[in-house]
Structures are given as C-alpha cells and as structure tokens.
C-alpha cells in the first residue's frame, strides 16, 4: 500500500533542486525559495502559462520562441547565464524586476546583441560584446570565456550583497541552455545540457555548486 502511494504522489508532483510542480494545479507546491522577491504570490508557475514558458528549477521564467528567441525572466537574488547560439537579427532578451538585485548574461555567438541591451546595472561583468574577439566554439578558449563569465556572475553577486537594501542572503546563479529540444540535435553538435546551479552564500562569501553535469561549468 505504501508503495502505491508512493508512485501516485511521484506521478502527481515533478521534484526538482529547488520544489516541487504539481501539474495538476499548475503551480508550485513549495514556496518561492526567494519569497516575495519572484511576486507576491509565492506558489505561482510562470505566470500560468506552463505551455509557453519553462521554470523546472523553481527558479528563473525561460521561454523559447519558434524563431530561437530566448526571454529570460530574472528575479531578485538570481544572476542567469545563458549559454548557446545567438544570433545577430534576433537576439535573446533578458528581463529583471526594478533594482540592482538580480543580473544576467549571454555567451554566444553575437553575445553583444544580447549583452549590451541588458542595463549596466543588471549586467554581469565581463560579459563579452560583439567588439571582442570570438573564442573557437569548440576549442579551449571557449572555456576559458566560460570561466571568466562565472567570475564575472561571482562579482556581480558579491556585488548584490553589499546592497545597501541588503536585499538577498544568498544569490543563485544558473548557467542554462539555448536549446530548446532534442530536435535541434542535427543543426548543433552537442545536444542541450542540463541547467547548472550555483549558490553564493552572502554571510560566508563564498560561491558553491548545487547541481548540474560533471564536465560543464566544472572549472
């Protein structure tokens, strides 16, 4: 009997790093880990359209459109990294509630198509722009442009944390995908990655991996 409860409460409710979905219901079964800094209300799920838009981490608003638009929905103590393919006529947008608490950034190809729409303000240091020289997508200096934007999403949440409004205790950073699905398999060479979590603790000043794939964003 327990075990049949246990696979009808798996089937109702989706777990990830940060809650629990209940499709059912369409929201969240936990809170908001960041409260009401991601709205008032505190079970929501991307604002009721689910089919649209992707949250799995119970974290950022991600949605893709048909043309490979990526909108990037920001809240408060989130820093967003989105890796991937960019392009020149229909760059990726990020969006972030009022304040200096919440930042993003795009590498990519044409990044500054991306990065230079984003407010100086909500901008992760270091991330590159269309003036700077492309790293080879699939050599060696792409990391090390990986590893620079995470020092950069680094500083920016040190940065958060000296807020005079001391509006967070902890900043998450995420690195996720441009590519919305296996289909797009045979136009890229690597398929998409899973999401890769960060989390930097305010008090202790120090930046730790919550999840995500061994070999990506593993410095």
Same mark, same amino acid.
């Given at each position: 009997?327990?075990?049949?409860?246990?696979?009808?409460?798996?089937?109702?409710?989706?777990?990830?790093?940060?809650?629990?979905?209940?499709?059912?219901?369409?929201?969240?079964?936990?809170?908001?880990?960041?409260?009401?800094?991601?709205?008032?209300?505190?079970?929501?799920?991307?604002?009721?359209?689910?089919?649209?838009?992707?949250?799995?981490?119970?974290?950022?608003?991600?949605?893709?459109?048909?043309?490979? %638009?990526?909108?990037?929905?920001? $809240?408060? !103590? =989130?820093?967003? @990294?989105?890796?991937?393919?960019?392009?020149?006529?229909? /760059?990726?947008?990020?969006?972030?509630?009022?304040?200096?608490?919440?930042?993003?950034?795009?590498?990519?190809?044409?990044?500054?198509?991306?990065?230079?729409?984003?407010?100086?303000?909500?901008?992760?240091?270091?991330?590159?722009?269309?003036?700077?020289?492309?790293?080879?997508?699939?050599?060696?200096?792409?990391?090390?442009?990986?590893?620079?934007?995470?020092?950069?999403?680094?500083?920016?949440?040190?940065? %958060?944390?000296?807020?005079?409004? $001391?509006? !967070? =205790?902890?900043? @998450?950073?995420?690195?996720?995908?441009?590519?919305?699905? /296996?289909?797009?398999?045979?136009?890229?060479?690597?398929?998409?990655?899973?999401?890769?979590?960060?989390?930097?603790?305010?008090?202790?000043?120090?930046?730790?991996?919550?999840?995500?794939?061994?070999?990506?964003?593993?410095?």
């Amino acid at each position: 009997m327990k075990s049949l409860l246990l696979s009808v409460l798996l089937c109702l409710l989706s777990a990830n790093c940060f809650g629990y979905y209940m499709a059912q219901q369409g929201r969240w079964l936990s809170r908001d880990p960041i409260g009401e800094k991601g709205g008032k209300n505190l079970y929501a799920m991307v604002d009721n359209d689910a089919v649209n838009r992707l949250d799995y981490l119970g974290l950022f608003d991600k949605s893709i459109a048909d043309n490979g %638009i990526v909108t990037i929905k920001v $809240k408060n !103590c =989130e820093i967003v @990294i989105l890796d991937g393919h960019g392009s020149k006529k229909t /760059p990726h947008v990020f969006t972030f509630p009022e304040g200096t608490c919440a930042a993003g950034g795009f590498l990519g190809c044409y990044p500054g198509t991306t990065n230079d729409t984003i407010p100086e303000d909500n901008r992760v240091p270091g991330a590159p722009t269309d003036k700077e020289p492309r790293a080879d997508i699939k050599g060696s200096k792409l990391w090390s442009e990986r590893k620079k934007i995470i020092e950069g999403a680094e500083e920016k949440a040190k940065m %958060i944390c000296r807020d005079p409004k $001391k509006c !967070c =205790e902890n900043i @998450i950073i995420t690195v996720t995908d441009t590519v919305p699905n /296996p289909a797009w398999y045979d136009i890229i060479s690597t398929p998409p990655k899973e999401d890769v979590v960060f989390k930097y603790d305010c008090e202790k000043g120090k930046l730790n991996r919550v999840s995500g794939p061994s070999d990506y964003y593993n410095f």
